[in-house]
């Protein structure tokens, strides 16, 4: 340390961030250690913290330090704050929102992606690594039936997938050189897109930063199970073209993010292929159940997508972050997002095998999220994978009926692994001037679970009810977490109600 700042040119001695190997090996079994001593008493542990925003930032109010310190008490107090202030998506009782339970060997591969560092952008930067990724993707089209000659890539999530999706089918669609000229040309009609009133927030992010701006957005409405209406579909359809705007995009999903609702994808790809139009397929979260025999015909449909998005960090159980995009035509994904600038110095394979994954999606450098997906992939084969989602969907059908036999509890819905329902004391049932009040109470009454540490849920909004929801992305979770529930959300419930409402 003494020679630092005093060299003329070079320091001598080791550099800063480097660390003896013998003193790596002994942080890295500390590290291995703790994480062990963590998955052992997660289930002891609250979900969530119950601490405000600023008490947590107070606890690290740290000057950005002028020398640097020893990597090991360094590594012990992050690991402190860390377990002591997290929220646990590894937990059993994690339901809310959906991101999966990570996966023990999803953590150990990202260690090594991380020591060894190829950089996906470039074949000959990761030799190994991009084939690595091309089978990761291959058998993600197998799990989903879609066809292995497809071109996708790994992104950062579902949004980042859905994104890829959307930029190939503008390109494939729009009748002008769009990636050139823009997303709008004053003097044609404004391109389209066609997605339902329950499609997730990505959709307005793409029209937004894709050019083409939200009001470019027709929303679909929904029938009594929150799937896209093909009947309204066409109607929209029909009408934009009498007005010379120019519909290139219809968005299906496949397990919407507040009832895991599967629209019609059959119909949907039926239409498309009438109006020449590019189907997309959010699968983010529903996808990856079309592993299962039992998928429906709907769900089955995701095979007709002309490009699909789906979350390996979440039904595939990998830890953040990872999505993947698939796109029917490899070379459409070629034509979105190729450039070859004079800087790269790209060797001609004579196979052409050698991939540059920068060719195929938004990122330039990138990261080795493969490994994790590849490891989880073949611990668990397809059987395994079948088992886990297969069981998460069982126990949301369970929680349903659990839910359903309890008095003071209204069972909402329950599709694939999603289900809600909300608290209704016993003297409301029924009543239609209650709602406000009702949608009160559930809301204060999940900000109450969510404080209390013994389960994790979120919500949905019903035809304007707030509803409770569960959504089980989770191989840790047991029935008897899901048994438990009912009796803890109307304990609270009645405690909530008794506030709110003192007699
Ligand atoms: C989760 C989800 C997304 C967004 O995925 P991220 O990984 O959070 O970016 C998009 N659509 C659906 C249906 C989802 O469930």
């Known amino acids: 340390m003494e020679e630092q700042g005093k060299g003329p040119e070079v320091h001598g001695g080791a550099a800063p961030l480097e660390l003896d190997p013998e003193e790596f090996r002994e942080l890295g079994y500390r590290v291995i250690d703790r994480i062990t001593e ?21 606890l690290i109010s740290l000057p950005f330090p002028h020398e640097g310190q020893p990597a090991r008490p360094l590594l012990e107090h992050a690991f402190d704050l860390l377990v002591d202030h997290s929220t646990f998506n590894s937990h059993p009782r994690f339901w809310g929102y959906i991101t999966g339970s990570p996966a023990p060997i999803g953590a150990l591969g990202d260690l090594i992606a991380a020591a060894l560092n190829p950089n996906l952008g470039k074949w000959i930067l990761s030799p190994m690594g991009t084939e690595i990724e ?11 039936a879609y066809p292995t000659d497809c071109g996708g890539l790994l992104v950062s999530g579902g949004s980042m997938a859905n994104f890829v999706g959307f930029l190939a089918a503008r390109r494939a669609k729009a009748p002008w050189p769009v990636r050139a000229a823009g997303a709008v ?48 579909l ?19 999903t496949a397990g919407s993010v507040s009832t895991g609702a599967v629209d019609p994808l059959p119909e949907l790809a039926a239409l498309c292929k009438e109006y020449s139009l590019w189907f997309h397929v959010d699968g983010a979260y529903g996808g990856f159940a079309a592993v299962l025999p039992e998928a429906s015909a709907d769900l ?8 699909v998005a789906v979350d390996p960090h979440k039904w595939l159980y990998a830890p953040l972050e990872v999505g993947c995009a698939l796109v029917r035509d490899p070379k459409t994904l070629h034509d979105t997002f190729s450039y070859r600038p004079q800087y790269y110095h790209l060797v001609e394979d004579p196979d052409e095998k050698a991939i540059n994954y920068y060719e195929y999606g938004p990122q330039n450098a990138r990261g080795f999220r493969a490994l994790k997906v590849w490891l989880c992939l073949r611990q668990a084969g397809r059987e395994g994978y079948k088992r886990m989602i297969g069981d998460n969907i069982r126990l ?94 109307v304990r609270e419930g009645a405690r909530i109600d008794a506030t709110l409402r003192p007699r």
């Open 300 to 307: 089955r449909g995701i095979v007709e997508a002309d490009s």
């Open 396 to 489: 949301a059908e369970s929680l349903y009926e659990l839910v359903s036999e309890c008095g003071e509890l209204e069972a909402l819905s329950n599709s694939l692994s999603i289900t809600t329902f909300r608290y209704v004391p016993q003297d409301l049932k029924g009543s239609a001037d209650a709602e406000p009040y009702l949608n009160r109470l559930n809301s204060e009454l999940l900000t109450s679970l969510q404080a209390g540490g013994e389960v994790f849920l979120s919500n949905a909004m019903l035809r304007d009810k707030f509803a409770l929801r569960t959504c089980i992305v989770n191989f840790r979770t047991s029935i008897e977490d899901i048994r438990a529930l009912p009796e803890l959300v």
């Open 134 to 144: 091309g089978q990761t993707v291959r058998w993600i089209a197998q799990m989903l």
């Open 185 to 232: 040309d004053p003097k044609r009609g404004r391109l389209r897109v066609y997605t339902s009133t329950e499609t997730h927030l990505w959709v307005q992010k793409a029209a937004d930063l894709f050019g083409l701006g939200t009001d470019s957005i027709r929303w679909i409405s929904t029938d009594e199970r929150f799937r896209m209406d093909p009947v309204a």
């Open 38 to 58: 963590f998955l052992k008493s997660l289930p002891s542990k609250p979900v969530a913290p119950n601490e405000s925003a600023t008490s947590i930032r107070n």
């Open 234 to 252: 066409r109607k929209n359809i029909e009408e934009d073209l009498r007005r010379g705007d120019l519909p290139f995009l219809v968005v299906g």
